[in-house]
């Protein structure tokens, strides 16, 4: 099994691809395409970030006294809800941080907040393993839905494939076990999608 992690949305059959998992707007999937759970925005530090007393995060207007961190990259307007869209969902609108750190990389901001190193907007369910495990706190309740989610897409030359099937069905129960979204498990049956790819 060979696995290729890039942003870039290809073509699976002219790139012998047989499974994406593509982050996407909804009316962008390609048909077939199976979801595997959406996402919500949710606040996210350390613990000892969270346990600092000169410096409380007791309400959103407390991030000023806190470096907030960024993820961005080429092309990432009207891709990401960054804290501005957060804050003014809120009805907060802008908040002067202390300062800001700026990531191309998803994992490195959320490792920066591991490490204390501010406070990052998690994206849900993605986090919320390390919420579980202690490494990261959500200060917050607050949370907004995204307009994109997570699809699983398996080329039409594999579909017929076992091994392809059978990996496809593994991330669609893991996507399952690991959400509450009804709309998310009611798109687990992979049969619909063969049966309409194949």
Known sequence: ?????????????????????????????????????GEEMIPVCSRALLSDKARPLKRPQDLEHHTLLHFDYAGA?????????????????EVKSAGALHFSQYEQMIQAATSGQGVALGRQPLVNDLIKSGELVA???QTLIGSRAYFVIVSRLSAGKPHVHEFAQWLLDEAGRNSSDPDDLAAQNLERSARKTG
């Not at 804290?83 to 009805?91: E, K, N, P, R």
């Open 77 to 93: 307007e009207n891709m990401y809800i960054d804290w501005g869209t957060w804050l003014t969902a809120l009805g907060i609108g």
């Open 139 to 141: 200060p917050f309740t």
């Open 1 to 37: 099994m060979r696995i290729s992690a890039t942003t870039d949305a290809l073509n699976l059959e002219r790139s012998l691809i047989d499974l994406a998992i593509r982050y996407c707007r909804p009316e962008a999937v390609p048909e077939g395409a199976v979801r595997l759970f």
